[in-house]
């Protein structure tokens, strides 16, 4: 028995009522380090006991944000196997960036309060005062993302009034429950690639845009951090960032760099993204679980 909700409560259950063998591969715990500083107070409310916890023959996890929660928490070794996240398409995507008027920065994301597009509407305020007229006229944020109801329909009708408060409507664009086809030619027109969520766990968007060649900015935390971006002088195939300051600053330096810089990052972003392939999540699962298989069967 495999869990792979972070629900602990049911390892002791099939571990001593059905007789299995249990382990857990963990996406994002029910519980974490996060909520327990939130609310120090009901610790001994939650049922991530580590009594709870000491069931499993093994623990999985599918990020490093998750590795370091599962090891604080339970006080065990996890093996670490990232999520399958396939975009060899996205990889083979023609580029329709030279044809393009206008130089697109690409967010790609569902419209929730935690995904903080205002932040990214900020950084457009923030970057017109470091870039000339001429550049700020061809610059545009395209928002696409999908709206679930009323409540989201509401985000993006505040979204849209911010960019009027900050006087940065005419460069912004909103595309709402976008079409795969149409979606495909946004990124493949995008020239970067802007991510503001604080604390993602892991942040498949941000591989795809990646992989679809956008020069992509990611916030300094979580999964981004940790995972994905690597800013390293001669390895870097992405950027990171956490004020509206920064993420302007790392748009300008973009719109600034030759195009020989560019697709430096480019490949080594598309290059990089395939630790994250179909493939890689095969063998990596396979690696992981056999000695457990193996040990029950025998």
């Known amino acids: ?26 996406h994002y715990p029910t519980i974490s380090t996060d909520m327990l500083d939130a609310v120090q107070s009901r610790r001994a409310a939650y049922n991530n006991r580590k009594r709870v916890s000491r069931n499993p023959i093994a623990t999985f996890v599918k990020l490093s944000w998750t590795e370091d929660h599962i090891g604080s928490l339970w006080e065990v070794t996890a093996h670490k196997v990232f999520p ?10 023609g580029s329709l960036r030279e044809e393009s008027k206008e130089v697109k920065i690409i967010s790609l994301g569902q419209f929730r309060p935690e995904k903080d597009h ?18 700020w006229q061809k610059v545009k944020l395209v928002i696409i993302g999908g709206v679930r109801g009323e409540e989201d329909e509401n985000l993006v009708k505040d979204l849209k009034n911010f960019c009027k408060y900050l006087s940065v409507e ?13 979606l495909l030619t946004e990124l493949s027109e995008g020239l970067i690639g802007i991510h503001t969520m604080w604390n993602e766990h892991f942040g498949i968007g941000i ?15 979580g999964g981004p951090l940790r995972d994905i971006i690597i800013e390293e002088s001669g390895a870097r195939n992405g950027f990171l960032a956490v004020s509206a300051q920064e993420y302007a600053a790392h748009i300008a330096f973009i719109l600034g760099m030759t195009e020989q810089g560019r697709e430096g990052v480019r490949e080594r972003a ?12 095969d063998t990596s699962w396979t690696r992981a679980t056999d000695p457990i298989l193996k040990s029950k069967s025998s």
């Open 118 to 135: 205002s932040l990214q509407i900020k950084a457009m305020y923030e970057l017109r005062q470091i870039i000339t007229d001429e550049e």
């Open 207 to 221: 591989v795809e845009m990646m992989a679809a060649g956008l020069l992509t900015i990611a916030h300094r935390s």
């Open 84 to 93: 399958p996240c396939e975009v060899s398409h996205l990889n083979q995507l």
């Open 1 to 26: 028995y495999f869990d792979t909700m972070g629900y602990a409560f049911t390892l002791p259950l099939f571990k001593y009522i059905c007789g299995s063998a249990v382990g857990c591969y963990v």
């Open 270 to 281: 598309r290059s990089s993204v395939n630790l994250f392939s179909s493939q890689k999540f």
């Open 170 to 182: 005419d460069n912004v664009e909103f595309k709402v429950n976008l079409d795969y086809g149409s």
